[in-house]
């Protein structure tokens, strides 16, 4: 549960974050064999203009 609350900078942070960890083909543990929701929510936050940049995957310590 996140103690900060709900931004929408925490938000365009979770999708940029999924979007890049799906990169290439990558799955991620929300991943199921006939799709991802995370990845198609974090696609459609994207698609509604939202400014998502994609930067690399920060595997430990990463924070918005």
Do not use: F, Y
């Amino acid at each position: 549960m996140m103690d900060e609350g709900w931004t929408p900078q925490a938000m365009w942070w979770s999708a940029n974050m999924t979007i890049t960890g799906h990169a290439g083909g990558q799955r991620c543990p929300q991943c199921r064999p006939d799709g991802c929701a995370q990845l198609a929510w974090a696609m459609q936050q994207r698609e509604a203009g939202h400014p998502i940049s994609v930067v690399p995957v920060l595997l430990a310590g990463a924070r918005p």
